[in-house]
């Protein structure tokens, strides 16, 4: 039995409804292999802005370190979108969560149910069998870098900037997952024009040595974003830099057919956050409709890779699986084939998996 302390952030929009079914999920875990989990709460994003000023307060922070695991929802709200000049946005509590926790690899399956192979723009004999881990640098590259404008601000500039220890790091966390894999690795840059990617790549080929076992295959960012598309079977982990991880990931996110499906990890030396990949989808928020599939794997997530707990893990997935079996939906998983009365609301189909749980 173990005792862990489980902090839930469910930020802004739709991560407030599909978070509150992730915690309901550890709950019957919890219950159901023994264990003891405590909660607490803490705000982030457009929320914790409205009560404190602050994107990221500093009570949340401490409560954040202070925790095993965080389960995350979503930040953002579309009045910023509309308002660049806006000093404090949401998107910057996510940013110093990130740096405060340390965490720098983000860690996004992308794992296909074969119940929803239909649901991708892909012919399903492409994806059938398609199973990629990816590994996102976080914390280096264009979004921490120097920025800024010259000449009267007609001209910005974005510093790109890794330090050789950061390469090192998040690659011997792909390189130990792809051991538990099908032992094939694929690092991504763009080596033939940035000397960031010369140097990653520098790094990956050292790092392999250690590594005689995992085949290591270089491809350059174009090469990938195509060949995802077209033989999505040939990856099996694949580690890549902050800012081509956020292309790439949100790619491979349609090849499972629904970003609503697809949870993530952040992770580092401390505490790991786990969160869906979806934003905060205020077109939909407070319909009951949003898809609490990814909060749940993500829950799934922090049970294997916080706890250790590779049962409990199984456990979730399995649900979730036998539940799309039986042929139940959200919204934005159905198709014209799907039959009315299975088609569920946020809680409906949270309710579904607790009880194959």
Not at 171 to 182: L, Q, S, Y
Not at 211 to 229: K, N, R
Not at 264 to 290: M, N, Q, R
Not at 330 to 347: E, Q, R, W
Request: with cysteine; net charge negative.
């Amino acid at each position: 039995m173990a005792n862990k302390k489980i902090l839930v952030v469910p930020g802004d929009g739709i991560g407030q409804e599909v978070t509150a079914v992730g915690k309901q999920v550890l709950d019957a875990i919890a219950a159901k292999f023994g264990h003891s989990f405590t909660y607490d709460e803490a705000l982030i994003g457009h929320v914790a802005i409205e009560a404190t000023g602050q994107a990221l307060p500093d009570e949340s922070l401490a409560k954040m370190k202070a925790s095993d695991a965080v389960l995350f929802g979503a930040v953002g709200h579309p009045k910023y979108d509309n308002d660049p000049s806006a000093k404090v946005r949401p998107e910057q509590g996510l940013l110093k969560m990130r740096k405060e926790l340390g965490l720098y690899a983000n860690l996004r399956p992308i794992k296909l149910f074969d119940e929803l192979l239909d649901a991708s723009s892909i012919k399903p004999e492409i994806l059938r069998g398609a199973d990629i881990l990816f590994f996102r640098e976080l914390t280096g590259d264009i979004y921490f870098g120097e920025k800024g404008r010259k000449n009267d601000g007609d001209t910005a500039y974005d510093m790109a900037e890794y330090s050789r220890y950061e390469v090192e790091r998040i690659a011997r966390k792909a390189f130990d997952a792809a051991r538990t894999r099908r032992k094939k690795l694929c690092s991504v840059d763009k080596a033939n024009v940035l000397e960031t990617s010369r140097l990653w790549r520098e790094v990956i080929q050292k790092v392999a040595q250690d590594y005689p076992d995992v085949e290591v295959e270089h491809q350059f960012v174009d090469a990938t974003a195509m060949l995802l598309i077209k033989d999505p079977r040939r990856f099996d982990v694949v580690v890549t830099a902050n800012l081509f991880g956020d292309i790439l990931t949100d790619e491979a996110s349609q090849i499972a057919g629904s970003m609503g499906m697809l949870a993530s990890a952040s992770i580092g030396d401390g505490t790991g956050v786990y969160e869906p990949i979806h934003g905060s989808a205020h077109d939909i928020t407070g319909k009951g409709v949003a898809n609490p599939l990814a909060s749940i794997l993500s829950a799934a997530l922090l049970l294997d890779i916080s706890f250790g707990m590779k049962a409990e893990s199984e456990a979730v997935i399995n649900a979730v699986d036998k539940v799309l079996k039986a042929g139940y939906r959200t919204g934005d998983i159905a198709d014209a084939s799907t039959p009315k009365d299975k088609i569920l609301g946020t809680v409906a189909m949270g309710e579904k998996v607790l009880a194959e749980i």
